[in-house]
């Protein structure tokens, strides 16, 4: 069964101190690994598409990588405006085009 | 490119009555849009996919009867939940995707915050 778990559930960061967010996946061939961004009472907003190991996409202060298992959203020198859920969802060849999430991780950088 | 709007973005109505909630691909054509609804603090849970000029397929436990959708367009989908009662006060959110080479992914709509009294 296709899974995806995202860790830590709940990120504090101060402004500027850089981390990553985690995002495990099990899923029966992979056709696309994919980052959102969900604000509070609005709809995800598309980051990144990832869809081989080794591959890494980056967009201002975010950087998504991709292994076999895993991806990790890293955030450098994050600033307050950053806070937000951050969620992880594969495509797989099994599953007709839906997307798997996971739980999400809320992210919260404080001044 | 790839924006995706939901109308209304809040609907309050009475116990019994019917809601429609539009989806609609502004600048491109989405062969399939998805209708997603999701509780506080939690992730989005699928309810059915739809693809155009088809029926849409449900997930398991979700009430076909009772949440209708139709994909008429290329550009517009809507749900209409029927006979709604409290519990289905919810948020609910469509996305997106495209036909074609390099267009698996999904753009989300803005959500609709639907309240049942």
């Known amino acids: 069964e296709d899974q995806v778990t995202q860790s830590p559930e709940a990120l504090r960061l101060q402004e500027g101190e850089s981390s990553s967010l985690n995002c495990s996946y099990t899923v029966s061939g992979l056709r696309g690994l994919f980052w959102y961004r969900q604000d509070p009472g609005k709809g995800p907003e598309f980051l990144f598409t990832?869809?081989?190991a080794g591959e890494e996409k980056e967009k201002e202060r975010l950087k998504a990588t991709l292994t076999k298992k895993e991806s990790f959203l890293h955030i450098t020198a994050p600033k307050p405006e950053d806070s937000a859920t951050y969620l992880c969802?594969?495509?797989?060849?099994?599953?007709?085009?839906?997307?798997?999430f996971g739980q999400g991780t809320t992210l919260q950088v404080k001044p | 490119g790839a924006v995706v709007s939901q109308h209304p973005s809040r609907v309050i109505c009475k116990s019994g009555t019917s809601v429609k909630i539009e989806c609609r691909s502004l600048?491109?054509?989405?062969?399939?849009m998805f209708w997603y609804r999701q509780f506080p603090k939690q992730s989005l849970m699928l309810m059915a996919t739809s693809n155009e000029g088809s029926k849409a397929t449900y997930e398991q436990g979700v009430e076909k009867d009772k949440f209708l959708i139709n994909h008429a367009s290329l550009t517009l989908s809507t749900l209409t939940v029927t006979s709604a009662h409290p519990e289905d006060s919810s948020f609910y959110i469509c996305?997106?995707?495209?036909?074609?080479?390099?267009?698996?992914?999904?753009?989300f709509g803005p959500g609709t915050r639907l309240t049942v009294l």
């Open positions: 969802a594969v495509r797989s060849s099994s599953n007709t085009g839906k997307l798997i």
């Open positions: 990832l869809y081989s």
């Open positions: 600048d491109f054509q989405a062969t399939t």
């Open positions: 996305s997106a995707r495209g036909g074609g080479r390099g267009t698996d992914t999904q753009y």
